[in-house]
């Protein structure tokens, strides 16, 4: 019985670690950089987005995510640069993850575009035992651990007229085997969205993604549409998991708030009072003449 806490504490860590890999973000359609490097440079303006999610409220310890990024589409190169810094906290961890992404964008004519991209950067997890109460502390090192890897991505993206479809593989150098402590698996991604023009000052927009990491695989729908060029709302139905509300609000040519409230509606339905999303995307610059490389995803 001598090492039942620590051995059921370090299980616990991993379930954790398994679920918290890559962060989860109920406002996909703007941080799309962290999961595909094929999406940088989807505008013509340079684009930094702010976001924080508090996740799982009334948890002890649940998941606080922030996470900052930023890109640009250079139209003389054909090409889009970008960063992305996440800050992801979770009980005794707190983890790192700094990439920077480039997409070359391919125009096959004025509606076909094919953007291929990569990422690379590093992540760093830490966990710190001396937080840690322990039966046997003799037998638990109390200092904090840390680690930092490299991390690579690749994706694709293809834009025929209104309609976009992307690909993605994240921590590419990775084992698609489940994780431990210091380890992230390989993930994959999938998700396609169209944009229809219903009248003239509303567009609506459908959209489907897969994020799997094999021993884990999530489904979500979502519907969002953006009206007089001001107002952004939506939902999405993350499967046995969630039902998310978005709005938003165009508040000048530069600006940008959203926020997001999921409803747990899966295991967890009656352990949590659900999770906030706040997002403010700031555009400097402006579009002038340039073509946009395909369908904007609201950016």
């Not at 505008?43 to 649940?62: C, H, K, P």
């Not at 709005?247 to 747990?264: H, K, T």
Request: charged share 15%.
């Amino acid at each position: 019985m001598k090492n039942i806490i620590l051995i059921s504490a370090l299980v616990m860590f991993s379930f954790a670690a398994q679920a918290q890999n890559d962060i989860q973000l109920s406002q996909q359609s703007f941080s799309r950089i962290y999961y595909n490097p094929a999406a940088t440079g989807q505008s013509e303006y340079m684009t930094f987005n702010l976001l924080n999610r508090s996740q799982w409220i009334g948890v002890n310890d649940a998941p606080q995510t922030m996470m900052f990024n930023m890109h640009k589409f250079l139209s003389k190169l054909n090409f889009g640069m970008g960063l992305c810094v996440v800050n992801d906290k979770l009980g005794l961890e707190n983890n790192y993850n700094i990439k920077m992404a480039y997409a070359y964008h391919l125009k096959f004519n004025d509606n076909l575009w094919l953007s291929m991209g990569i990422g690379a950067g590093v992540l760093s997890k830490n966990i710190d035992f001396g937080q840690m109460t322990m039966e046997d502390p003799e037998n638990l090192s109390t200092d904090m651990e840390n680690q930092w890897k490299p991390d690579f991505d690749a994706g694709l993206e293809l834009a025929w007229k209104n309609l976009t479809v992307g690909a993605s593989v994240t921590h590419v150098h990775q084992s698609k085997d489940a994780s431990d402590l210091y380890s992230v698996p390989r993930h994959f991604y999938l998700y396609t969205r169209y944009q229809a023009n219903i009248s003239e000052n509303t567009v609506i927009s459908p959209a489907f993604s897969v994020n799997s990491c094999f021993y884990r695989t999530q489904y979500e729908l979502n519907v969002s549409a953006f009206s007089n060029e001001f107002l952004y709302y939506g939902l999405s139905y993350r499967f046995e998991e969630a039902i998310v509300l978005l709005a938003g609000v165009q508040i000048n040519e530069r600006f940008r708030l959203n926020y997001s409230y999921d409803i747990p509606s899966g295991p967890m339905i009656n352990q949590n009072s659900g999770s906030h999303e706040i997002l403010l995307q700031i555009r400097l610059g402006s579009g002038g003449n340039i073509v946009q490389p395909s369908p904007r995803f609201f950016d």
